[in-house]
């Protein structure tokens, strides 16, 4: 009877063990499970963002085939998230998708909030013309996009100096800029953008 109680015991402590492992197994993989779906549910969250970036791609949006994005998107999205682009490549390669597409704004929109975050100082000359576009979203970021472009650079940082060619291409958005603010056709909403945006940086103000 005492063997027989002990081999119960054992039996039981058995099943208990197999239960807890089972559950804690279980809990493994859907923790796993859950990590994995989120992940999947951020990047389709971020691919979103870039797409509705201005509202002109919502809004045209059905107008579009189904679930089929325009070229122009594709293709940022491609140069932003390719790890095998430099920053130099993505700013040359935006650059160019910027000339490709200079009739619709959404897409000068979308793809100068792209530049904006590369502080592309080399590509200031291409970027410039864009501040007499007629839309005012797109003169407003083209604004964006030349104030990082004047911030220092790497190596200035680097040398604790800003270095002369630089300087030269800062002083070309200067004159830019101030050609927008005295232009008497630029809307009271970019100049304020423009005032606020350049008042206290790199890029000095005339004629306020």
Same mark, same amino acid.
């Given at each position: 009877?005492?063997?027989?109680?002990?081999?119960?015991?054992?039996? *039981?402590?058995?099943?208990v063990?197999?239960?807890?492992?089972?559950?804690?197994?279980?809990?493994?993989?859907?923790?796993?499970?859950?990590?994995?779906?989120?992940?999947?549910?951020?990047?389709?969250?971020?691919?979103?963002?870039?797409?509705?970036?201005?509202?002109?791609?919502?809004?045209?949006?059905?107008?579009?085939?189904?679930?089929?994005?325009?070229?122009?998107?594709?293709?940022?999205?491609? *140069?932003?998230?390719?790890?095998?682009?430099? /920053?130099?490549?993505?700013?040359?390669?935006?650059?160019?998708?910027?000339?490709?597409?200079?009739?619709?704004?959404?897409?000068?929109?979308?793809?100068?909030?792209?530049?904006?975050?590369?502080?592309?100082?080399?590509?200031?000359?291409?970027?410039?013309?864009?501040?007499?576009?007629t839309?005012?979203?797109?003169q407003?970021l083209?604004?964006?996009?030349?104030?990082?472009?004047?911030?220092?650079?790497?190596?200035?940082?680097?040398?604790?100096?800003?270095?002369?060619?630089?300087?030269?291409?800062?002083? /070309?958005?200067?004159?830019?800029?101030?050609e927008?603010?005295?232009?008497?056709?630029?809307?009271?909403?970019?100049?304020?953008?423009?005032?606020?945006?350049?008042?206290?940086?790199?890029?000095?103000?005339?004629?306020k």
């Amino acid at each position: 009877m005492k063997n027989n109680s002990k081999v119960i015991y054992l039996v *039981i402590t058995a099943i208990v063990v197999a239960f807890v492992g089972f559950f804690l197994f279980a809990k493994k993989s859907d923790d796993v499970h859950s990590k994995e779906l989120m992940e999947t549910q951020e990047k389709i969250s971020s691919n979103s963002n870039i797409l509705t970036v201005s509202d002109g791609i919502t809004n045209n949006a059905s107008n579009l085939p189904h679930g089929m994005p325009p070229d122009w998107v594709k293709n940022m999205i491609a *140069i932003n998230d390719s790890p095998a682009y430099s /920053r130099e490549d993505k700013i040359h390669k935006l650059v160019d998708l910027l000339k490709q597409n200079e009739s619709n704004p959404d897409a000068l929109s979308a793809i100068l909030i792209s530049l904006t975050k590369l502080n592309p100082i080399e590509a200031v000359d291409d970027i410039i013309p864009y501040l007499k576009n007629t839309n005012p979203k797109v003169q407003i970021l083209t604004l964006g996009v030349l104030h990082n472009a004047s911030l220092l650079t790497k190596k200035e940082h680097e040398l604790k100096h800003s270095l002369t060619e630089n300087e030269a291409v800062r002083k /070309r958005i200067t004159e830019a800029v101030n050609e927008l603010k005295v232009d008497p056709n630029t809307s009271n909403e970019v100049k304020e953008v423009l005032i606020s945006t350049y008042s206290g940086s790199n890029t000095s103000l005339k004629g306020k």
